[in-house]
């Protein structure tokens, strides 16, 4: 017996979710469930996370998590529980298979079989936003090494447990040069070790049009966290219903399974819903507790009852379908084909040891870090650059660290910008050592900053200029 813990949710959750558990009874799946209640009851109850310190401490007993959709209630101050969920207990890997059931269920694309590996915790999930002047807010967009390690690693460690033939990556790094570059250069580094699984890097705006438009050419896909959320979303959309499609958000110690939709709450209560995509949360969080057999059990039964044409509303269609079912009704069905496999739509076989991968960061030295000057961000409204620059320059005179280029929104607009650059209130002045490339100490800046102070400049917010290792820790302005 393996203890999990069930959350029945909101909306259509209790009803798709005693469909499912009544499947995986019938199945034989070996489980002591811990039921917890989350979502919208625990919120209007004033607790802004959603979830009691009790539920916690079931999930640090099971550490295993299926969850049905909560509905979070409208206005402010309520958190996401799912984010919290996911970074609380470092549930770095979100997958989500997106396979299409052609001819069976509707889709535009018969052949596809994607799995999309989605970053979870860091990238502009991070949640640090800022307003800092009166025209300019500001998102801080993180992306760190052992972050990207590990979901890289997750990718091709995946990639070989379920014998993908492929790993895509997918950034934007022609523009994130720092950030992205360093999500593409890890994963170059660990495919490297992975020489048997075919790789390749999409930028990803080109790479999401590949993949709405055929899909077929993709295999695993792994990605940051936004455009991940974004695209995975889409490619489950394209199969031929979002309400198909499970999800699992794997820690190291932790894991959380659930479908990818929400509470459906206008069709709550009327027997509708589809319980398909928690149905393939479930049989993910099967296959990784172990219980492989009866994972592969119930998705075939389940292929075969799609197969049967026995379907629920969303993706019942004349012509195609036989019988239109309720969810409780469709989950006799799949129990009722336990046992059996699909004819036409290939029966899934997971190997035993598919379930844990282990994911090592390997251990960097820290790098030698020189700091060469600093960023330093200013608030002014209706100035011209050059009168900006040129109070500037009088309020530093005689200090080591001189202005070197002034940009607006990352556009270099002094020395020798263009007129007709857009300008906000929103400055970021680059200070460097006038000689050489030395380093410089950090009183430097703070001397500066009083200067820029005492001159009545508005300052918003430094950022140094570092080297590691002798390369620069910064990026160039456009247009510099
Ligand atoms: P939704 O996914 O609940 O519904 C979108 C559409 O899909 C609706 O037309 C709905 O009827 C249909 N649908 C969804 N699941 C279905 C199913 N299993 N069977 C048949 N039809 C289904 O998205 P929404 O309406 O934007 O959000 C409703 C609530 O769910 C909101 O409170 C939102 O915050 C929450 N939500 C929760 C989660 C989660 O808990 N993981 C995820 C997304 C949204």
Request: charged residues 25%.
């Amino acid at each position: 017996m393996k203890k999990i813990t069930v959350a029945k949710g909101d909306g259509i959750g209790p009803e798709i979710m005693d469909a499912t558990l009544q499947i995986l009874q019938a199945a034989g799946a070996q489980l002591d469930i811990e039921e917890i209640e989350i979502g919208e009851k625990v919120y209007l109850k004033g607790n802004s996370a959603g979830i009691e310190p009790e539920a916690w401490e079931s999930l640090r007993r099971t550490k295993v998590f299926l969850k049905a959709p909560i509905t979070t209630p409208q206005g402010g101050g309520f958190k996401s529980l799912n984010v919290t969920t996911r970074k609380v207990l470092g549930l770095f890997a979100n997958v989500r298979p997106c396979v299409s059931y052609h001819p069976f269920v509707q889709t535009k694309h018969p052949v596809m079989d994607v799995v999309i590996i989605r970053e979870n915790e860091e990238d502009l999930y991070a949640g640090i936003e800022h307003r800092q002047t009166d025209e300019v807010y500001q998102c801080l967009k993180l992306i760190s090494r052992p972050g990207t390690e590990k979901i890289i690693r997750y990718a091709f460690e995946y990639a070989k447990a379920y014998r993908r033939k492929k790993v895509t990556c997918f950034t934007k790094d022609n523009i994130m040069k720092m950030t992205d570059g360093l999500f593409h250069k890890v994963f170059d580094e660990v495919g490297a070790e992975y020489p048997e699984i075919e790789q390749e890097h999409w930028i990803v705006d080109i790479g999401a049009a590949k993949l709405a438009d055929t899909p077929e050419m993709f295999d695993v896909i792994v990605m940051p966290n936004l455009y991940g959320d974004i695209l995975s979303d889409v490619a489950a959309q394209i199969t031929g219903s979002v309400g198909l499609a499970g999800s699992a958000n794997i820690g190291d110690g932790f894991a959380m399974f659930e479908a990818i939709h929400g509470s459906a709450p206008r069709i709550a209560g009327t027997n509708k819903a589809n319980p398909s995509g928690l149905l393939l949360g479930a049989i993910q969080m099967l296959v990784h507790i172990g219980q492989t057999e009866v994972a592969e059990k119930i998705q075939n039964a389940w292929l075969k009852t799609l197969e049967d044409g026995v379907h629920t509303y969303d993706i019942y269609k004349e012509g195609v379908s036989r019988e239109s079912r309720g969810t409780k009704e469709f989950a006799e069905a799949v129990i009722e084909r336990l046992g059996e496999k699909p004819a036409l739509l290939k029966p899934v076989k997971y190997a035993s040891s598919i379930a844990n991968f282990n994911i090592k960061v390997t251990e960097q030295k820290p790098a030698k870090k020189e700091l060469k000057g600093v960023d330093v961000f200013l608030h002014a409204a209706n100035i011209s650059p050059n009168i900006l620059a040129g109070m500037i320059q009088v309020a530093s005179m005689g200090e080591e660290l001189q202005l070197l280029m002034i940009t607006n929104r990352g556009t270099k607009v002094w020395p020798n910008g263009f007129p007709e650059t857009f300008c906000t209130d929103h400055w970021r002045c680059r200070f460097k050592k006038n000689e050489g490339k030395d380093t410089i100490p950090y009183d430097k800046v703070l001397t500066l900053m009083n200067k820029l102070h005492e001159a009545g400049h508005q300052i918003i917010k430094t950022e140094n200029l570092y080297y590691f290792d002798g390369e620069p820790g910064f990026t160039a302005a456009q247009g510099q």
